[in-house]
């Protein structure tokens, strides 16, 4: 599975749209994206995923470009809530080969008042 | 539906000593994975499992042994806990595609 690169730390503020990028330029025509959060101390918490369409739940949506190098995690309207570790991901859908997959460090989004 | 169970939430062991760490999922889901999170690095994955009697080694085997006899549930075991063992145990779970679903984490201290 692909590696994947996020900044380390982001600020936002409350009420406006957090934009959390991420590069992953090795992905494969068969990994998709998938995003994840973890708040303070508890398990991840799955956001989304994609393959190359653009996506969008009611948590958030996910911007992947024309090449598919990059992606975006945009949440519309952050909220204090979201002050989280935010993680990218590339898998293949088949979750049956996981030897490879790679949690980085992933992108600390403080949301301020 | 509970998700995924995970229990203890907290343990401590003396290093020589043996332990289980409990996984249940009630969501039918085929594939189940045990991780582990340590301070400066991201989560690494230590076993899977694709389905009741498969089991295979991730990232960081060593010292760990799993099992998987029903879809339900995928105990990890601590041989031998060592110092190093410390650390933040995740369980995961999918159907196969789409996203894991993690349990709430075993918080394991060994002295």
């Known amino acids: 599975d692909a590696k994947t690169t996020q900044p380390p730390s982001m600020d936002c503020a409350e009420g406006r749209a957090a934009n959390l990028p991420c590069n992953h330029s090795t992905i494969s025509g068969n990994e998709y994206v998938y995003w994840y959060r973890q708040i303070h101390s508890q398990g991840p918490q799955y956001i989304i995923h994609g393959l190359k369409n653009n996506e969008t739940n009611e948590m958030a949506s996910l911007i992947i470009t024309e090449d598919r190098k990059s992606s975006t995690l945009i949440l519309p309207h952050a909220t204090l809530r979201d002050t989280a570790v935010y993680y990218c991901?590339?898998?293949?859908?088949?979750?049956?080969?996981?030897?490879?997959?790679?949690w980085g460090l992933g992108t600390s989004l403080a949301v301020n008042p | 539906n509970a998700g995924v169970t995970q229990t203890p939430k907290f343990q401590v062991l003396k290093t020589g000593q043996s332990m289980t760490l409990q996984c249940a999922q009630d969501?039918?889901?085929?594939?189940m994975s045990w991780y582990r999170q340590d301070p400066g690095m991201g989560l690494r994955l230590i076993h899977y499992?694709?389905?009741?009697?498969?089991?295979d080694q991730g990232e960081v085997p060593n010292g760990y042994n799993v099992s998987r006899s029903t879809t339900e549930d995928f105990p990890l075991r601590l041989l031998s806990a060592a110092p190093s063992q410390t650390s933040v145990y995740f369980c995961?779970?999918?159907?196969?595609?789409?996203?894991?679903?993690f349990g709430s984490g075993t918080r394991l201290t060994v002295v």
């Open positions: 991901i590339v898998r293949a859908f088949n979750a049956g080969n996981n030897r490879k997959l790679i």
């Open positions: 995961a779970s999918t159907p196969g595609g789409g996203g894991y679903t």
């Open positions: 499992s694709v389905g009741a009697g498969i089991t």
């Open positions: 969501m039918n889901h085929e594939y």
